[in-house]
């Protein structure tokens, strides 16, 4: 069974750091690609940064140069640094998996960032 399971949400301050953390299952983590999306309401689920398990990164836009996506092999577990924060990276962030095709959710984690 894919499980991930997302953690570290919060409310932080504008310029602040946040680590968010998905533990996923095995399988997924060793040959899928995992990643990070997120979503606010009213608006579209988007991504915001994916990893390969050949390790190949991709960032939106919106977060280049200021979170970081990372994996850690040996626990299964995917992180996502942000640094820099601000209010408009405030959403739901969901720990997304693709396995041959098919989409895994976690159950998301909230980040706020007040104006």
């Known amino acids: 069974q894919v499980q991930l399971v997302e953690s570290g949400g919060g409310l932080v301050q504008p310029g602040e750091s946040l680590r968010l953390s998905c533990a996923a299952s095995?399988?997924?983590?060793?040959?899928?690609?995992i990643g990070w999306y997120r979503q606010v309401p009213g608006k579209e689920r988007e991504l915001v940064a994916t990893i390969t398990s050949r390790g190949s990164l991709n960032y939106a836009d919106s977060v280049r140069g200021r979170f970081t996506i990372s994996r850690d092999n040996a626990k299964n577990t995917l992180y996502l640094q942000m640094n820099s924060l601000k209010p408009e990276d405030t959403a739901v962030y969901y720990c997304?998996?693709?396995?041959?095709?098919?989409?895994?959710w976690g159950q998301g984690t909230q980040v706020t960032v007040p104006s």
């Open positions: 095995g399988l997924l983590f060793r040959i899928g690609t």
């Open positions: 997304n998996g693709n396995l041959f095709g098919t989409l895994y």
